[in-house]
């Protein structure tokens, strides 16, 4: 089991951040990777319908037999985790309880912002996680829909980028905010613009590196982390797979040698399909 691979979706792009942290963390681990781009963003669909994409998504990823999942998706992870974990039988990681922990780690006042698509700010799972570790923690969330498209479309800098974040952020300092998660895999793209608008003294955490974390972990715990190999990823992407293979440079730093796309009458037939 330990030469399987780590299974690893988002929506899009965004959840490479977590592909870099666990290539860097664990470099003998084969990963394979999947971008629902046909579906992006999710941020702004309804609970049940990120769980159907997600189960799917699953399914698609067990056809490699993976040792593990990795929702690299926070809205999947806020609307989907207790779903997908009860329908395998592998271990399944999310993004938003490694987050929220090194939020609460980070934050000297207790005064933690959040932000993040409609979807995670509505389930108030970043909520949970962080009073659950720090109950008298003050949590000032901030849904930022617009951020996921625009990184989709590689607009990372630029005028209209930095009006939109200084839309969104411009007055979370004046509420106190010392600590700011970035609570969506894409928005580490934008951290340089987020990080003009809150100010040097805000301190961003990207849950990425915590999650690598979490995740070797687990492979140690559970013994199945792998011994040899050079390990490696393989791609794939419901939609467009040269765009992905573009976008993705800003987040692992180098471009993929090859994206292979996901037909949709493959995607969704077979393994790939909700069995229920």
Do not use: W
């Not at 990777?33 to 990823?61: C, H, M, Q, W």
């Not at 974990?85 to 999310?94: L, M, S, T």
């Not at 570790?133 to 829909?145: D, E, F, N, S, Y």
């Not at 797979?241 to 009458?265: I, N």
Request: proline share 5%.
């Amino acid at each position: 089991m330990s030469q399987q691979p780590i299974g690893i979706f988002d929506s899009g792009v965004g959840g490479l951040t977590v592909v870099k942290a666990l290539t860097a963390a664990l470099p003998r681990e084969r990963i394979v990777y999947f971008g629902d781009t046909a579906r992006v963003p999710y941020g702004i669909k309804s609970g049940n319908t990120i769980r159907r994409y997600a189960l799917e998504n699953v399914r698609f990823l067990e056809r490699f037999d993976p040792k593990m999942i990795v929702v690299a998706c926070n809205t999947a992870s806020a609307a989907a985790m207790d779903y997908i974990a009860d329908k395998v039988e592998v271990p399944v990681v999310g993004v938003i309880e490694p987050g929220a922990a090194a939020a609460v780690q980070a934050s000297r006042t207790g005064v933690i912002g959040i932000v993040a698509t409609e979807t995670t700010i509505a389930s108030r799972a970043y909520e949970r996680a962080v009073t659950a570790l720090a109950p008298k923690a003050r949590i000032v969330q901030k849904a930022c829909p617009l951020f996921v498209p625009m990184v989709e479309e590689g607009r990372v800098e630029g005028q209209i980028v930095r009006l939109v974040a200084r839309e969104y952020l411009g007055g979370l300092c004046e509420l106190g905010v010392d600590t700011l998660v970035l609570g969506c895999t894409h928005y580490p793209a934008l951290k340089e613009v987020i990080r003009s608008v809150v100010g040097a003294e805000v301190k961003i955490v990207d849950s990425a590196q915590e999650t690598a974390r979490t995740v070797r972990a687990i492979l140690d715990e559970r013994d199945i982390a792998a011994e040899a190999g050079a390990g490696g990823t393989q791609f794939y992407a419901s939609d467009n797979p040269e765009r992905f293979r573009r976008l993705a440079t800003l987040f692992l730093g180098a471009t993929p040698v090859s994206v292979t796309l996901v037909e949709p009458e493959d995607f969704f037939s077979g393994a790939g399909a909700i069995s229920d």
